[in-house]
């Protein structure tokens, strides 16, 4: 059974509390009903609002707290969290009754409004203190979505040691439910670790990263194992885990040992990977269920096998020197697919680290004109060029221009 707190769809007339001592108007009790029940976003904030001021004004009534709470949860689903934010300061000062909502509860609804109403330092240490105090009990979609809202807060600003922490604790706190809640988890996951790794380049946080990846790919390989289609939330997850990989291997060793970025920065800060050997024992504790890895495109009974050549990546990606913006290493990961002539049919980019339009557009432009060419001995009626796709992945090393 589910452990994750669902808050109340819509509230019924009658299950609030004895009629004969309601004071709430039920013409706003069954407006917020049919409202939600509809799905339309005007009609549900028009009469969640309503509902929030009639319980406001009648706080003695026993079902103005709940109703309140509902009403000021529904508008912050609705991204109205600043109207709710007078129905969360209401709820918050009622009376503690030890029922739904309890004041942890409660106290998060304030923080999450207040926080969604205005960023500052004093409305992210209320959200942080809010949230610590719900990590004892299952999740909600209330925690998940503060928790989200806090940590991406966190990483807009550049604060890697604040998302990092954040982000973790939401995995933690998720991760009895993963298996209802997967793609909040994945993502509290993914960005702890890469906030990890941005805080500090360690043996640590190496691990964070590779944890992380080796989970993934678990994740998407029991499911296509399985006989389904990963979901592709979870498979571009997969491949950013590939790119952040990448990524640190390439920030801890670089070609040009000698005199280079990641050599200078590893010397500066002692900085250490892990060893290929420790990084296979992290990969065994996530075993895969097929001996031959993630297949995301198997081969069928019937079906020619894939053709042995090599890919002709002609003219080479470059990184556009507009599109800098910081020092450190830059990864693209794309999928590639070929018509049976060796041209390019179809390209997509499963990565891209940092996110750049421009670098992203123009990559695809420039795959366009690479080809696939046939091994010399490799006969193409006994294998198949199309019926695969071909992974590619380049890193490049920034400097801010």
């Known amino acids: 059974?589910?452990?994750?707190?669902?808050?109340?769809?819509?509230?019924?007339?009658?299950?609030?509390?004895?009629?004969?001592?309601?004071?709430?108007?039920?013409?706003?009790?069954?407006?917020?009903?049919?409202?939600?029940?509809?799905?339309?976003?005007?009609?549900?904030?028009?009469?969640?609002?309503?509902?929030?001021?009639?319980?406001?004004?009648?706080?003695?009534?026993?079902?103005?707290?709940?109703?309140?709470?509902?009403?000021?949860?529904?508008?912050?689903?609705?991204?109205?969290?600043?109207?709710?934010?007078?129905?969360?300061?209401?709820?918050?000062?009622?009376?503690?009754?030890?029922?739904?909502?309890?004041?942890?509860?409660?106290?998060?609804?304030?923080?999450?409004?207040?926080?969604?109403?205005?960023?500052?330092?004093?409305?992210?240490?209320?959200?942080?203190?809010?949230?610590?105090?719900?990590?004892?009990?299952?999740?909600?979609?209330?925690?998940?979505?503060?928790?989200?809202?806090?940590?991406?807060?966190?990483?807009?600003?550049?604060?890697?040691?604040?998302?990092?922490?954040?982000?973790?604790?939401?995995?933690?706190?998720?991760?009895?439910?993963?298996?209802?809640?997967?793609?909040?988890?994945?993502?509290?996951?993914?960005?702890?670790?890469?906030?990890?790794?941005?805080?500090?380049?360690?043996?640590?946080?190496h691990e964070a990263l590779a944890r992380w990846n080796a989970e993934t790919r678990q994740t998407v390989a029991r499911i296509l194992d399985a006989g389904y289609t990963s979901p592709e939330w979870l498979e571009k997850v997969y491949w950013q885990s590939e790119a952040y990989m990448t990524l640190a291997e390439r920030w801890f060793y670089s070609n040009d040992v000698d005199n280079s970025f990641a050599d200078r920065e590893a010397g500066r800060r002692q900085q250490q990977p892990l060893t290929e050997g420790q990084l296979d024992q992290i990969n065994a504790e996530y075993p895969l269920p097929n001996s031959e890895g993630l297949l995301f495109h198997p081969r069928t009974d019937g079906e020619l096998r894939r053709c042995r050549g090599e890919l002709i990546n002609e003219p080479e990606l470059r990184y556009p020197t507009i599109a800098r913006g910081w020092d450190g290493v830059a990864v693209v990961v794309a999928r590639l697919w070929f018509d049976d002539d060796g041209s390019v049919s179809d390209q997509e980019l499963l990565a891209s680290i940092p996110p750049s339009s421009l670098f992203e557009e123009r990559s695809l432009e420039t795959m366009q004109d690479w080809h696939f060419e046939l091994a010399d001995d490799e006969d193409s009626s006994e294998c198949s060029v199309s019926a695969y796709p071909f992974y590619y992945q380049v890193a490049f090393f920034l400097r801010r221009d």
């Not at 966190?154 to 439910?177: F, I, M």
């Open 1 to 205: 059974m589910s452990r994750v707190r669902f808050a109340l769809a819509a509230l019924a007339v009658g299950a609030l509390g004895p009629v004969a001592h309601a004071q709430l108007s039920n013409d706003a009790l069954g407006a917020f009903n049919t409202a939600v029940q509809s799905g339309d976003n005007d009609a549900i904030i028009s009469a969640s609002t309503a509902l929030m001021d009639n319980a406001i004004a009648n706080p003695s009534d026993p079902n103005a707290t709940v109703a309140a709470y509902e009403a000021a949860l529904k508008l912050c689903e609705r991204q109205a969290c600043e109207t709710a934010l007078r129905g969360a300061e209401f709820v918050l000062a009622q009376p503690d009754t030890g029922n739904h909502p309890v004041m942890t509860d409660r106290a998060l609804l304030e923080a999450f409004a207040a926080f969604s109403t205005s960023v500052n330092r004093s409305s992210r240490s209320g959200l942080d203190e809010a949230l610590q105090n719900v990590r004892d009990r299952d999740p909600s979609h209330l925690s998940i979505r503060a928790s989200v809202a806090l940590y991406t807060e966190h990483l807009t600003n550049g604060s890697w040691r604040d998302a990092w922490r954040v982000a973790t604790a939401s995995a933690e706190h998720l991760y009895p439910v993963r298996n209802v809640v997967s793609e909040a988890y994945f993502d509290a996951r993914q960005q702890s670790a890469i906030a990890y790794f941005y805080s500090e380049q360690t043996r640590e946080s």
